[in-house]
């Protein structure tokens, strides 16, 4: 079974002042962390150094994908030499102002186009989810039952990130109107979507200002 990753990294980020894509990931330690490390507490789990959300995300994708498609927006050059370097694809959004779901629109049917039938799309304003937790989701993936046509992790009594969709969902997402949003086309199939309880409250985290992203480092 093959499984195409799609990171959505075409937003302005308007609230965060500069591209969530190119944000350090793992975050630098904060001065509480430090602290709490030299007396020999443990740490949050996130290490400082690394790459940036964008090339973590690609490097965590594929691990569990054949492939990983990036859809840009008019970040596409500062996003070009990551994306190629990693090894992945770059994808435009032509109308990137239309919002999210043109994106996921634009990055499925770059999907289809590639000839794959299924994806694990991401957001890159979600940081990467732990190696357990996507090989958990591929698992409940592969092995769902033919009436299933999406898996969404849960955490907490929250939905998140990132989701796997087969065919089917892939098809809904694209015949829905430009308009619509991810979450009205999944409401819209509850029955078709299997839910699957992780212990990883990153599926859950959404980095949206400087403020969420000083938090994560914590």
């Known amino acids: 079974m093959g499984i195409a990753g799609v990171i959505l990294a075409a937003g302005e980020s308007t609230r965060m002042g500069r591209d969530k894509a190119l944000l350090p ?18 740490a949050s789990g996130i290490a400082s150094g690394g790459g940036n959300i964008l090339s973590s995300a690609m490097q965590a994708l594929s691990q569990v994908c054949d492939m990983v498609i990036v859809v840009a927006g008019n970040n596409e050059k ?23 779901f043109s994106s996921l629109q ?11 039938d299924s994806a694990m799309v991401t957001l890159v304003d979600r940081p990467p989810a732990s190696a ?5 989701l591929v698992n409940a993936f592969s092995g769902r039952d033919h009436g299933v046509w999406a898996v969404i992790p849960e955490y907490h009594g929250k939905h ?4 796997l969709i087969g065919r089917e969902m892939i098809e809904a997402f694209l ?23 992780v212990e990883d409250p990153l ?12 938090k994560i480092g914590l």
Request: net charge positive; aromatic share 6%.
């Open 25 to 42: 990931w793992p975050p630098e330690a904060q001065p509480a962390r430090k602290d709490r490390e030299k007396n020999g507490a443990p």
């Open 78 to 100: 500062a996003l070009e030499p990551m994306v190629y370097g990693g090894g992945a694809f770059l994808v435009r959004n032509p109308h990137p102002e239309r919002g999210q």
């Open 106 to 116: 634009t990055g499925l049917r770059d999907v289809l186009n590639r000839g794959w």
């Open 132 to 136: 357990g937790t996507l090989r958990k």
């Open 160 to 163: 998140g990130h990132p989701i």
């Open 175 to 197: 015949r829905a109107p430009a308009t619509s949003n991810a979450r009205e086309v999944e409401h819209a199939n509850q029955e078709r979507i299997s839910y699957v309880t």
């Open 203 to 214: 599926v859950a985290v959404n980095v949206d200002t400087p403020e969420d992203y000083a």
